[in-house]
């Protein structure tokens, strides 16, 4: 069996991830994916830069650019995709997770079931 891979990044994720790790001229540097609890939804979405890498953690290279994810997280995430949208809106990375079985229209928040619990509204006030 092939192991789904835990992250992967949108061609324009990619770009842009490439261009701001440049600006900070730190080879160590990678963007820490992780989950925490909270959000709306249960279940909530961060992202930093990162140099700080422990034992524990995955590590995803992609084109040169380190995606690095906590032990904790990779449950959440596995099989996720990193895009970086522009809109009217705003411009910003988002996840796309194939785990969420209800999320936010905030793109930050979600659940992935396992509570069992019952359907939460948005509380995000979207």
Do not use: W
């Amino acid at each position: 069996m092939i192991e789904q891979a835990t992250v992967s990044l949108t061609p324009q994720a990619l770009s842009q991830l490439q261009n701001l790790l440049a600006q900070e001229n730190n080879p160590q540097l990678g963007l820490r994916v992780f989950v925490s609890g909270g959000g709306c939804s249960g279940l909530q979405y961060g992202m930093a830069f990162d140099d700080n890498i422990r034992p524990e953690d995955e590590v995803i290279v992609a084109e040169g650019v380190r995606v690095i994810v906590d032990e904790y997280s990779v449950q959440h995430i596995r099989g996720s995709e990193i895009d970086y949208v522009d809109s009217l809106m705003g411009a910003g990375f988002t996840v796309h997770n194939p785990n969420a079985v209800h999320s936010c229209s905030c793109g930050t928040s979600f659940d992935t079931g396992e509570d069992a619990g019952e359907a939460k509204a948005c509380g995000c006030g979207h």
